[in-house]
C-alpha cells in the first residue's frame, strides 16, 4: 500500500534550522502534489506548505513565507521541507501527504481534504 514516511524532526533552538524529509513508496500514481501540514497540541491542523507534481508551483501558509522551502526530487519519490529561523510557534507535529487527483487545479492545494494519502508525522520543537 501507499506510505508516506516524515524524518528529520527534533529538537532545535530558536533561529536554528531542520530539514524535514518525506519518502514516498507502494504508490502507483505517478503525479502527485506534495503538502506539507503541521498540528500543534490542542489546535487543528494546518498548512505549511505544498509543490506541484512537476515542481512548478510552491503554496506557503504566511506564517512560514521567507523562512520554509519547498522541494521535492521526482525520481527519489521524495520530497523536503527546509526551515530556516524557526521560532517557537513552529512547534507541532508535521505531516507530508500526496494528492494525486488528476483533476486538481496545477496550484498544489493547502487543504487537508484534498490529500488522500498522510505520513505519521514527526515530531518538531523550537525552544526558545
Known amino acids: 500500500q501507499v506510505q508516506l514516511v516524515e524524518s528529520g524532526g527534533g529538537l532545535v533552538q530558536a533561529g536554528g534550522s531542520l530539514r524535514l524529509s518525506c519518502a514516498v513508496s507502494?504508490?502507483?500514481?505517478?503525479?502527485?502534489?506534495m503538502g506539507w501540514f503541521r498540528q500543534a497540541p490542542g489546535k487543528e491542523r494546518e498548512f505549511v506548505a505544498a509543490?506541484?507534481?512537476?515542481?512548478?508551483?510552491?503554496n506557503y501558509a504566511d506564517s512560514v513565507k521567507g523562512r520554509f522551502t519547498v522541494s521535492r526530487d521526482i525520481a527519489k519519490s521524495a520530497g523536503y521541507l527546509q526551515m530556516d529561523s524557526l521560532k517557537p510557534e513552529d512547534t507541532a507535529v508535521y505531516y507530508c501527504?500526496?494528492?494525486?487527483?488528476?483533476?486538481?487545479?496545477?496550484?498544489?492545494?493547502?487543504?487537508?481534504?484534498?490529500?488522500?494519502?498522510w505520513g505519521q508525522g514527526t515530531q518538531v520543537t523550537i525552544s526558545s
Open positions: 507502494g504508490h502507483t500514481f505517478s503525479n502527485y502534489a
Open positions: 501527504a500526496a494528492d494525486p487527483n488528476p483533476s486538481r487545479p496545477a496550484v498544489p492545494s493547502s487543504r487537508t481534504y484534498d490529500y488522500g494519502y
Open positions: 509543490i506541484s507534481w512537476n515542481e512548478v508551483i510552491k
